[in-house]
């Protein structure tokens, strides 16, 4: 088919046929079916032969191709037979960590291209070998077509394909090496080095420095320049005199933090050299340093921070991650704050929450003061911040219901307002919550679907989401099926007048309701619960005993469609005894009905529509 057709034709076909029922064939033509495994999405390929194999794709677009151990490619490439062209795919081909290569093959046009591969055993393909020399082999990391090759001290043959691995990398595991030659040239860079060898080549690596001292001076000028520098390291190891000069070994790393919330750096330089200060700072020394910084302290100005308590809140002067934190105390505190950086983070200490803010007559809404840090920006002189704070008391309660939770644990979370996570399990969850708890955050993103119930009514996600934002009250109802669509069934409860207000009955473990017509989900647990120690009943669902109920036990029943439920006193059976028929029927006192008369005990005996008690000896 030639292309100009196709591409004429293919939305033509887009409409007319459903993607899934275009089926794409890809051409590969291999050497050796036995050195490689194809996979189409997940599933293996198991019926590729030497030679041209036309494999169908079905709905997949990528074919991947993977070299079976000990085998490498020595040609990829694809070949368009309708502009006769050959590209080369050498470069697209990726390395797993144990070794084997693969590559994802991917046909624009596949009735006029064709992939060529061929393979080899590896021993056979790395016919050449160079070698390297390597003082200290932790230190460098040697790359073989993204393969890392094993390293041992002293020299090391390192073999490799002269058509694909003639490239190799050099990478330092954390600081620069004292040196490279390639053939007696030196190489320059710090961290990575990329060696196009050749056959016989010689690479000499020394990862070690002399064993030489170095004087480091630093120099720190300005306005409170002293103040400046907060810490250094030297290889990771604090060290507290940076003020004189110090030695240290070649090839140490001395670094450095500066006060960069009250001073801005105006000039940093290296033996001359002018450099960038970042926070850290660090600084690789292989000869003497001296180090020139210029700092210059911020403007600044003074506002109010007036707080209840600062126990229960901790405020930071700019971004809280710097850790600036102020010294505060009960009620009106003057403090400082820089002017390229107006800004207070409060971050509520564990348990507690800021109850309201206010800055220049603004109250801050309570959903602004749900996640922290809380930033106040803009500030500017005399300002007057003030914060008042409470103490978490979750003292309402509400119920997660979740349906299916093993098919998502890796994509379903449950998050209050200040976006902190909690925990749910399979079935039922309290969540007890207070008002600031509000919105709940559902995620519900997975690969299955979700349906979400408050109250057993169906709420919808967030716009574009699979997010949702549930505002809960005292004794709420949250339920999560995944994969599952529950029912909303009609659910009929009586209860006999002769127990008055003995019998509780509650749905789904929190929510007291009343008997009568209700509706429930699928699943939904109703739970029976007696409050007297005078009364035994048994409960009936759809006509039948389900369980007794004696004196302040409870009873729990799973709605699984319409039911009628009722509960009768066991004295008062007669009530609803007219079905039995002339024969004498026995009932155990817990409410199960017996095949037979039996021998001894207690129990109540039908006959007639009649019940009574009746002692058998």
Not at 86 to 111: K, M, V
Not at 474 to 481: A, I, S
Request: aromatic share 10%; with cysteine.
């Amino acid at each position: 088919m030639k292309r100009f057709i196709l591409q004429m034709l293919l939305p033509i076909f887009a409409v007319l046929i459903p993607e899934s029922a275009i089926a794409t064939s890809y051409r590969i033509d291999l050497d050796d079916a036995s050195r490689v495994t194809l996979l189409i999405g997940d599933q293996e390929y198991t019926e590729a032969v030497n030679g041209l194999n036309n494999i169908d794709m079905g709905s997949e677009r990528y074919l991947r191709v993977i070299t079976n151990s000990g085998n490498l490619f020595t040609e990829v490439t694809l070949i368009d037979e309708w502009y006769q062209e050959e590209t080369s795919w050498l470069d697209r081909i990726a390395t797993f960590d144990d070794g084997r290569q693969y590559i994802d093959l991917y046909s624009t046009f596949p009735e006029d291209e064709l992939f060529r591969i061929r393979t080899s055993g590896a021993t056979e393909a790395r016919s050449a070998s160079f070698t390297l020399t390597i003082d200290d082999p932790t230190a460098i990391v040697l790359s073989r077509k993204e393969q890392p090759v094993e390293l041992t001290a002293g020299a090391n043959e390192v073999k490799f394909d002269p058509t694909t691995e003639a490239t190799v990398e050099i990478l330092t595991v954390s600081k620069p090496l004292y040196s490279v030659t390639h053939n007696g040239t030196a190489v320059k860079s710090d961290y990575r080095y990329v060696l196009t060898v050749a056959d016989g080549d010689v690479v000499d690596v020394q990862a070690k420095y002399p064993d030489k001292d170095c004087t480091v001076t630093i120099n720190v000028t300005g306005s409170g320049a002293e103040h400046f520098i907060s810490s250094m390291d030297i290889d990771g190891t604090p060290a507290f005199n940076w003020a004189a000069p110090f030695t240290v070994k070649a090839g140490t790393d001395v670094t450095l933090r500066g006060n960069t919330t009250e001073y801005e750096v105006v000039n940093f330089a290296i033996n001359g050299t002018q450099a960038v200060f970042s926070n850290p700072t660090t600084i690789f020394i292989d000869n003497d340093a001296t180090l020139d910084i210029a700092v210059r302290r911020y403007a600044s100005f003074e506002m109010t921070v007036n707080i209840d308590d600062p126990a229960r809140v901790s405020v930071y002067r700019g971004y809280s991650y710097n850790g600036d934190k102020l010294d505060l105390k009960a009620g009106d505190n003057i403090v400082e704050v820089t002017r390229n950086t107006p800004i207070l983070s409060v971050v509520p200490a564990e348990g507690c929450y800021v109850n309201t803010m206010n800055i220049g007559g603004y109250d801050y809404d309570p959903y602004e003061l749900q996640i922290a840090p809380i930033m106040v920006g803009s500030l500017t002189d005399d300002d007057i911040l003030t914060i008042t704070t409470a103490e978490i008391v979750r003292d309402q309660n509400a119920v997660v219901y979740v349906h299916n939770l093993d098919l998502v644990t890796d994509y379903f979370k449950f998050k209050r307002g200040d976006l902190s996570e909690v925990a749910m399990t399979e079935g039922y969850n309290i969540l007890p919550f207070y008002d600031r708890d509000n919105a709940f955050r559902i995620e519900t993103g997975s690969p299955v679907d979700a349906v979400v119930y408050l109250n057993d009514e169906p709420i919808e996600p967030q716009p574009g989401s699979f997010n949702y934002a549930p505002t809960l009250t005292d004794g709420d109802v949250v339920k999560v099926f995944f994969d599952y669509m529950p029912e909303i069934h009609d659910v009929n409860i009586e209860i006999d007048q002769s127990l008055g207000n003995d019998v509780a009955v509650t749905k789904d473990c929190i929510r007291t309701i009343i008997p009568g017509n209700i509706k429930a989900t699928t699943h939904t647990r109703l739970t029976f619960t007696g409050l007297s120690d005078k009364h035994e009943c048994q409960v009936l669902v759809d006509g039948n005993t389900y369980a007794g109920l004696k004196g302040k036990e409870e009873v729990s029943f799973t709605v699984s469609g319409n039911h009628k439920i009722q509960i009768t006193e066991v004295s008062g059976i007669a009530e609803i005894g007219a079905d039995y028929g002339t024969k004498a029927e026995y009932i155990t006192l817990q409410g199960s009905r017996l095949s037979s008369r039996p021998s001894s005990g207690i129990y109540i005996r039908m006959l007639g529509g009649k019940a009574t008690k009746t002692v058998i000896k």
